[in-house]
């Protein structure tokens, strides 16, 4: 899975999941294109710490990977443990953190627990940071990514 990459699509055009582009989803949630939502500062504390949450959640790339591996089709834990080549209780203790900051979601079926993307909007979070780090290597090279 590679949402970050060379061969990025156009912005607009979908997420590069495991090498292919998948289109953007309809959200049932309207995006904010006029109105910004307003300025961090003005969010509160709880707004803050919750948006912050999100970030650090998105910002381990074992978990990138599996939010990626997901957004594909609903997978079980024994997938997602395949696919990183971690132990199983290090791929569980990453899908939790993406459980609690409403990424994925989880249901039982039998003994299994599946996985998905719970909001697809977190796709467009991701297109949308690829896009701003790929600008920022483009604009310095030797400095994006090295620290």
């Not at 961090?40 to 998105?58: D, H, M, N």
């Amino acid at each position: 899975m590679s949402i970050a990459g060379a061969d990025s699509p156009q912005r607009g055009s979908g997420a590069l999941v495991s090498g292919r582009v998948v289109p953007p989803p309809a959200s049932p949630h309207p995006v904010a294109t006029t109105d910004r939502v307003g300025e961090p500062g003005s969010w509160g504390f709880e707004g803050r710490r919750a948006v912050a949450a999100l970030f650090r959640a998105l910002g381990e790339p074992s978990r990138l990977s599996l939010v990626g591996f997901i957004a594909e089709t609903e997978r079980c834990g024994s997938e997602c443990v395949g696919h990183l080549g971690l132990t199983q209780g290090r791929v569980s203790a990453h899908l939790g953190r993406l459980v609690a900051c409403g990424i994925v979601s989880q249901r039982r079926a039998g003994r299994r627990v599946l996985y998905r993307v719970a909001d697809r909007r977190a796709l467009d979070v991701l297109s949308i940071g690829r896009a701003i780090a790929q600008d920022a290597r483009r604009a310095d090279p030797g400095h994006v990514g090295t620290s």
